[in-house]
């Protein structure tokens, strides 16, 4: 039996609350804490994964933000101690130097908002399944 090593929650928010950032820190803390079975479980079993998608953008306008809870040095050298993270991820922000594999997900989600997806444009395996989810009109 294979054991479980993440935790993945993935949020989609469509509309644009002002408080997204600190609303989606709170629920990763959440299943953080849920992990915990008492006093002396202070390293969850899970590493904790939130993925939010804003589809609606935020006032930075940024494709990819990242909440990381690793520790740094005083260079910014992580320690590599602890791996959760919380990735917020904007559709209406995706550009040519969004990173990969993000670019092809993010331009998916937003061409499905407008339930206008030119299929010829998406190649990975997992994003053919995930378009042939999508429902006609």
Known sequence: MQKIKNRVIVEIQHDNHPDHYGRFLHY??????????????????????????????????????????????R???????????????????VNETTPEPYQE???????????????SNYHRPELQRTIDCVPRI
């Open 28 to 73: 990763h803390c959440v299943a953080l804490l849920e992990q915990a079975e008492n006093y002396k479980h202070y390293r969850p079993d899970l590493t904790v994964y939130t993925i939010v998608v804003l589809t609606s953008g935020d006032k930075h306008k940024t494709d990819v933000a990242v909440i990381d809870f690793d520790p740094k040095n």
């Open 105 to 119: 997900w993010l331009r998916v989600i937003n061409e499905s908002l407008t339930e206008n997806i030119d299929e």
């Open 75 to 93: 260079q910014g050298k992580k320690l590599n101690e602890i791996h959760h993270k919380v990735i917020y991820l904007a559709a209406k922000y």
